[in-house]
Structures are given as structure tokens and as C-alpha cells.
């Protein structure tokens, strides 16, 4: 192969390289932010390190347990577009936060939103915003897994064996264990799993969802609110 040819081959090998790296972008790990912690919460490394106290300068990421024991609380920001709060005793583990940017490393724009738990016990809180990039959160419990990838405003909670999802707005979808379809949970609905059937029913007639749905509000406003007094240390 002559000069030319061979510097024509490693200026297409080059380029096409490029044209790959900013078409599927670049994905890097992350880790969550602490918004606020009330009582005395902990963060369990499993296999990385050991149980400690969870504090505001904690980093929880990819194979940590938050535990949150007795009236204990935590906010997090899991990504910038994912905000939680955990409470009634849960275990909740991260399994994936992931940040997809384009190929320009310099540069703001984002392709996607990706982040993966799972939750032994308690109840969760979740806003969950798509904005102008891919966006997926999935929470998984022993009854199934819940999904997302709109704007979405929802509470879970497992325990005794059940899983119960409130969807305040947006969408979110629970696919029940050793099921193939999920089932949606449209806003201002509640689902419970196990059943045998789709045992969807509306959260005005049940007061334990309005209560929840009222607080979800709250929550939502409070966590928003702080994660904007952090947005300049939020993973982006």
C-alpha cells in the first residue's frame, strides 16, 4: 500500500471512528448525591467496604444499600433528573446509575438517563423527569418490576410480601413476576401484586393513596427545591 493510500485508510479509519463515538455517545458511571438525611440512616458497601452511617457527604453508587431503620429518612438525588425519598425502614440498592453524553467529551449535550435498584423493603418516593434525552428508571421487589421513561410522580411500597405502586402523574408500568406484560398504572391509580388478576383501583376511594399522593406533592417540591441548591455538584 502506497503513503497516500495508507494515510487516506487512517483518515477514514479516523473519522468513522469518531462519526461511532459521537453517534452512540459516551456512557460513565456515576455516583447519587444526598439531599437531606433525618435520623440515622446507613450505607452498606456489601463487598466494596463496610456498614456506615450514611451522611450528606456520603456518595452512594453501583452496589451500595441505603438503609434507612425506624422514622430515619433520606433524599437523594440518584441522577439530575431522578429524585427519591426513602423512608419506613427500606433497603434500597443501587444496581446502575449511568449518564450518556455524545462523543465531545467538552461537550453539554446529554443522550441519556439510565438507572437501575431495588428495593427489599419500605416505601419510596420517586420524581422521575425524561427531559430532552433518553431517560429509563427501574425499581425491582420480590412481586415484579416497575419501569419508567416519562415525567412521572409515583410512590412504592413493599412489604409483607406485597409491592403497592400510587402513580400521582405520568405514567408507570409493573411487570408482576414470571409475567410477560406489564400492567400501566395511570395517574391517580393504585396497583397491588400479587393478584390474579389487574387489581387496578382509583386513589380517591382509598385514603392510605390520597394521603400518599398528597405527600408525594410535597415531597416533590421540597426535593426539587434542594436538588437546585446543588445543581452545581449534581453528576452531569
Do not use: Y
Amino acid at each position: 500500500m502506497s503513503g497516500a493510500a495508507l494515510l487516506r485508510s487512517l483518515i477514514l479509519a479516523a473519522v468513522s471512528l469518531l462519526f461511532e463515538s459521537c453517534w452512540h455517545g459516551t456512557t460513565r458511571e456515576v455516583s447519587s448525591s444526598i439531599l437531606f438525611v433525618d435520623g440515622q440512616p446507613a450505607l452498606d458497601h456489601g463487598s466494596r467496604g463496610k456498614r456506615l452511617p450514611l451522611t450528606a457527604a456520603s456518595l452512594p453508587s453501583r452496589g451500595d444499600t441505603i438503609e434507612t431503620p425506624g422514622t430515619s429518612r433520606v433524599g437523594l438525588s440518584l441522577l439530575p433528573n431522578l429524585l427519591v425519598l426513602v423512608d419506613r425502614g427500606p433497603r434500597m440498592e443501587i444496581v446502575r446509575l449511568t449518564l450518556t453524553k455524545d462523543g465531545n467529551e467538552t461537550g453539554p449535550d446529554m443522550r441519556g438517563r439510565f438507572a437501575e435498584v431495588k428495593l427489599s423493603r419500605g416505601r419510596m418516593f420517586v420524581s422521575h423527569s425524561q427531559g430532552d434525552s433518553s431517560a429509563r428508571f427501574s425499581l425491582t421487589t420480590a412481586e415484579g418490576e416497575l419501569t419508567t421513561s416519562s415525567n412521572a410522580l409515583f410512590i412504592i411500597h413493599s412489604e409483607q410480601q406485597k409491592t403497592r405502586v400510587t402513580c400521582a402523574s405520568g405514567w408507570v408500568e409493573f411487570r408482576p413476576s414470571g409475567a410477560t406484560i406489564a400492567v400501566q398504572v395511570p395517574p391517580g391509580s393504585v396497583g397491588q401484586w400479587p393478584a390474579p388478576a389487574s387489581n387496578l383501583s382509583k386513589a380517591e376511594a382509598d385514603p392510605v393513596a390520597q394521603e400518599d399522593l398528597q405527600q408525594a406533592i410535597e415531597i416533590e417540591q421540597e426535593l426539587r427545591a434542594l436538588a437546585m441548591q446543588r445543581r452545581n455538584v449534581l453528576p452531569r
